[in-house]
Nanobody, 124 residues
Framework: QVQLVESGGGLVQAGGSLRLSCAASGGTFSNYAMGWFRQAPGKEREFVAAISRSGGRTYYADSVKGRFTISRDNAENTVYLQMNSLKPEDTAVYYC?????????????????WGQGTQVTVSS
């Protein structure tokens, strides 16, 4: 079983950048596809980005494409989310998640393991 811990959230002005990290432990990191999701108050959890086990394939929600970049370092057991050109509508709690199988990357139910989340707040 893998444990996930996110970090790097905070308060930033619109147009700014943040880099989120998600450190994994307790499992073989390269066995898991990884995803980032976010949840704003009163809204459902939504897909942000995902990356394959090797890092060779990445996927993005349309709302973040061109602004966010997902990457992973299997030697460091860490997945990252670089967020640029942030907008107030990006404000949410951001979660990383691990998928040991081969499910649909954009569905929360695909992922078996979740971190506790990190708050990102973008001021206008």
């Amino acid at each position: 079983q893998v444990q996930l811990v996110e970090s790097g959230g905070g308060l930033v002005q619109a147009g700014g950048s943040l880099r989120l990290s998600c450190a994994a432990s307790g499992g073989t990191f390269s066995n898991y596809a990884m995803g980032w999701f976010r949840q704003a108050p009163g809204k459902e959890r939504e897909f942000v980005a995902a990356i394959s086990r090797s890092g060779g394939r990445t996927y993005y929600a349309d709302s973040v494409k061109g602004r966010f970049t997902i990457s992973r370092d299997n030697a460091e057991n860490t997945v990252y989310l670089q967020m640029n050109s942030l907008k107030p509508e990006d404000t949410a709690v951001y979660y990383c998640a691990a998928d040991p199988g081969y499910g649909s990357y954009y569905l929360p139910r695909t992922y078996d393991y979740w971190g506790q989340g990190t708050q990102v707040t973008v001021s206008s």
